[in-house]
């Protein structure tokens, strides 16, 4: 019994001395919730302590899905087009989505330098699909069915591999791709978290390293899936180089954001 009583006991002061050690340091003690907006979208985040100087959190954004365009407004479209020795209307003919990456998530840490400051720094990660902008373009109107996935256009007329096609409902596809797990650094203002209040406002500005892009399109004319073709300066004119070659070589995406945190508990 006296044993029994000793093993409570110790127990007992073990939680009470593990209970203060959390309130101490603040420990997952509190949560706050927000509707976000920002450079990624419309979305939410929550909040909680770790320690007075410390605050993690995690979120998910969503941007606007779909952008129609039309093909005849893009003067950098041809008007028309010489396939197998025929002229064809292509600029009137043809339409397009660009879709951006709906869809993002981060898991951050805001670092104080003071308990009670508002100022912050802010390291973590995004997660996001690869593409960020997809562009789907239709041009059933210009190919003629028996020429899905079949007609091609040679970027680089000595290499064979930088061609693309149409799919087989003739549709030519290409995309912007990043990283898919993407360090985060950033500086804010505001505590998404008091104790002592029930609303909190933060506003954070930072960058995504996200990789050097590749811009890509695909053939499909050996396999379904489609083969992507990775655009270079080379594979182009020289009015298109400078456009690649800036676009390759931006590893960095901005992050403004403002939120408004509810505390919970």
């Given at each position: 019994m006296k044993k029994t009583f000793a093993i409570l006991t110790a127990l007992l002061a073990i939680s009470v001395f593990s209970v203060r050690a959390q309130e101490d340091k603040q420990m997952f003690n509190h949560l706050a919730v927000a509707p976000t907006i920002g450079f990624d979208g419309i979305g939410a985040e929550a909040i909680t302590p770790i320690t007075p100087y410390l605050q993690l959190h995690a979120g998910i954004a969503m941007m606007l899905p779909y952008i129609p365009i039309n093909g005849s407004s893009?003067?950098?479209?041809?008007?028309?087009i010489d396939i197998n020795g025929n002229t064809r209307q292509l600029r009137n003919n043809i339409s397009a989505v660009a879709s951006l990456n709906s869809l993002?998530?981060?898991?951050?840490?805001?670092?104080?330098?003071?308990?009670?400051?508002?100022?912050?720094?802010?390291?973590?990660?995004?997660f996001a699909d690869p593409k960020l902008l997809a562009v789907d373009v239709d041009a059933s109107k210009?190919?003629?069915?028996?020429?899905?996935?079949?007609?091609?256009?040679?970027?680089?007329?000595?290499?064979?591999?930088?061609?693309?096609?149409?799919?087989?409902e003739g549709h030519i596809k290409a995309d912007l791709s990043y990283w898919t797990v993407r360090p985060?650094?950033?500086?804010?203002?505001?505590?998404?978290?008091?104790?002592?209040?029930?609303?909190?406002?933060?506003?954070?500005?930072?960058?995504?390293?996200?990789?050097?892009?590749?811009?890509?399109?695909?053939?499909?004319?050996?396999?379904?899936?489609?083969?992507?073709?990775?655009?270079?300066?080379?594979?182009?004119?020289?009015?298109?180089?400078?456009?690649?070659?800036?676009?390759?070589?931006?590893?960095?995406?901005?992050?403004?954001?403002?939120?408004?945190?509810?505390?919970?508990?």
């Open positions: 893009i003067k950098a479209i041809p008007e028309t993002s998530g981060n898991l951050l840490l805001d670092i104080f330098p003071g308990k009670n400051t508002s100022f912050h720094f802010t390291v973590g990660l995004y210009v190919l003629k069915q028996d020429e899905y996935a079949s007609y091609y256009l040679q970027l680089n007329e000595n290499d064979p591999k930088t061609r693309i096609s149409s799919d087989k985060y650094f950033g500086i804010g203002f505001g505590r998404g978290l008091r104790a002592d209040k029930r609303v909190s406002t933060t506003v954070d500005l930072g960058i995504v390293y996200a990789g050097n892009p590749k811009v890509q399109s695909y053939d499909y004319t050996l396999s379904d899936a489609g083969k992507p073709v990775v655009f270079t300066s080379e594979m182009l004119d020289n009015k298109d180089k400078g456009i690649i070659n800036t676009i390759s070589n931006i590893p960095v995406l901005p992050v403004v954001k403002v939120n408004i945190f509810i505390r919970i508990f």
